[in-house]
């Protein structure tokens, strides 16, 4: 079976420091991997997508980047980290083809101070 | 622009009645279509899916149906549980990678 892990769980980062957050996939080859973010009392905004290796789609123009260096692993990246980045980063996966559900991971809680 | 839209934050219905959550898009090219149940902290979990060449699907005490005619959707649960108390998100696809979300309504089940 497939399983997606995301972590660290929640993360307290002071102003102008780097993000790291890392996810990877288990069970599954070449899926379609996907970054959103759910700001307090928000609905889920895609951030990034990557239908393979080295390929990222960015959605909206913001502080964050997204690499995808192997094909179950995605990674969340920012070299400053501004206020408006607080909020719950979720991690999905969804199978390369056809119309398919996406399956999320856990999620990080991100506060900036 | 937001293109896909649950405009209730929130309903409130007794255990055992049914719930209907409801979702209207935009984009008329959107042609499959999901629903999500999200807990507080935790990653949302795929509920029931609907493909634009249906306008029903089933799955146990969940159903979905979609009138394309309406660009609407909505999530029937019957007989809600206290346990259904969740957000519920909505999500469609243009046959393409990308899922728009809607925001959300807050389900209360009230035991």
């Known amino acids: 079976s497939q399983t997606i892990h995301q972590w660290p769980a929640t993360l307290v980062q002071p102003v102008g420091s780097p993000l790291s957050l890392e996810c990877t996939v288990e069970?599954?080859?070449?899926?379609?991997l996907y970054w959103y973010r759910q700001a307090a009392g928000r609905g889920l905004q895609l951030l990034f997508y990557s239908v393979g290796i080295g390929q990222i789609s960015s959605e909206v123009p913001q502080n964050l980047s997204a690499s995808r260096p192997q094909d179950r692993q995605f990674i969340l990246s920012s070299k400053k980290l501004l206020l408006s980045d607080s909020g719950f980063y979720l991690c999905?996966?969804?199978?390369?083809?056809?119309?398919?559900?996406?399956?999320f991971g856990p999620g990080t809680r991100l506060t900036v101070l | 622009d937001q293109q896909v839209k649950q405009n209730s934050p929130s309903l409130s219905v007794q255990e055992g009645r049914i719930s209907i959550l409801n979702c209207d898009y935009t984009?008329?090219?959107?042609?499959?279509f999901l629903w999500y149940k999200k807990y507080p902290a935790e990653g949302p979990t795929f509920l029931i899916s609907?493909?634009?060449?249906?306008d029903k699907n089933e799955d146990g005490r969940f159903t979905v149906f979609l009138n394309k005619s309406a660009k609407h959707l909505s999530l029937h649960i019957v007989p809600s549980q206290p346990g259904d108390s969740a957000v519920y998100f909505c999500?469609?696809?243009?046959?393409?990678?990308?899922?728009?979300f809607g925001t959300g309504t807050r389900l209360k089940v009230l035991a």
């Open positions: 069970g599954t080859s070449n899926p379609n």
């Open positions: 999500a469609a696809s243009a046959g393409t990678y990308k899922y728009i």
């Open positions: 999905a996966w969804s199978a390369g083809t056809g119309l398919n559900e996406q399956f």
């Open positions: 984009n008329s090219m959107f042609d499959y």
């Open positions: 609907i493909s634009s060449i249906k």
